[in-house]
T-cell receptor, first 113, second 114 residues
Framework: KQEVTQIPAALSVPEGENLVLNCSFTDSAIYNLQWFRQDPGKGLTSLLLIQSSQREQTSGRLNASLDKSSGRSTLYIAASQPGDSATYLCAVPTNFGNEKLTFGTGTRLTIIP | GAGVSQSPSNKVTEKGKDVELRCDPISGHTALYWYRQSLGQGLEFLIYFQGNSAPDKSGLPSDRFSAERTGGSVSTLTIQRTQQEDSAVYLC????????????FGPGTRLTVT
């Protein structure tokens, strides 16, 4: 059974700093890994999708990496801004070829102005 | 539409009543998912529809929960005889249905059972 862990559960950093969020998963036979952000009381916004054949994916100030063999992914946020404050979730398909997602419990990020 | 929409955004119901939650996926997306986000429980999968295939109902917590998808588009999640533990945010997502597709989520329905 796939299990996804995100550490830390909460993180506070001053505005302007670069930061890294971590995600680990137990079953490396995945199709892809997706990073989301969730603002309080809102749904999930997709940030980045990394296919299993990729090692990195970039969108603006965000860079996600994937190391399937070690069961890890990181989300790097450059030059953080107060608007980046949210909960960040990673998710992987539950079984290879099955697209229902198993989610981590998230990292609640606070950017201090 | 531009994205996945869900209605209602909030629903308060009395214990024992039935509720229906609606999801409109992105036009052209063949796969549709329902998830539940409970306080302290994280996000859990409920049910998955892909085209005309039989739905994957493996995540439904009890037989009080059911869902249908009419015409391959709109989906309704029904909870019968609601219990307080059903209180959660119910999220719907859709994808193009090709393997490895990005899932797009709606804003969710917050259900409170009193």
């Amino acid at each position: 059974k796939q299990e996804v862990t995100q550490i830390p559960a909460a993180l506070s950093v001053p505005e302007g700093e670069n930061l890294v969020l971590n995600c680990s998963f137990t079953d490396s036979a995945i199709y892809n890994l997706q990073w989301f952000r969730q603002d309080p009381g809102k749904g999930l916004t997709s940030l980045l999708l990394i296919q299993s054949s990729q090692r990195e994916q970039t969108s603006g100030r965000l860079n996600a990496s994937l190391d399937k063999s070690s069961g890890r992914s990181t989300l790097y946020i450059a030059a953080s801004q107060p608007g980046d404050s949210a909960t960040y979730l990673c998710a992987v398909p539950t079984n290879f070829g099955n697209e229902k997602l198993t989610f981590g419990t998230g990292t609640r990020l606070t950017i201090i102005p | 539409g531009a994205g996945v929409s869900q209605s209602p955004s909030n629903k308060v119901t009395e214990k024992g009543k039935d509720v229906e939650l609606r999801c409109d996926p992105i036009s052209g997306h063949t796969a549709l998912y329902w998830y539940r986000q409970s306080l302290g429980q994280g996000l859990e999968f409920l049910i998955y529809f892909q085209g005309n295939s039989a739905p994957d109902k493996s995540g439904l917590p009890s037989d009080r929960f059911s869902a249908e998808r009419t015409g391959g588009s709109v989906s309704t999640l029904t909870i019968q005889r609601t219990q307080q533990e059903d209180s959660a945010v119910y999220l719907c997502a859709s994808t193009l249905g090709t393997s490895g597709g990005e899932q797009y989520f709606g804003p969710g329905t917050r259900l409170t059972v009193t």
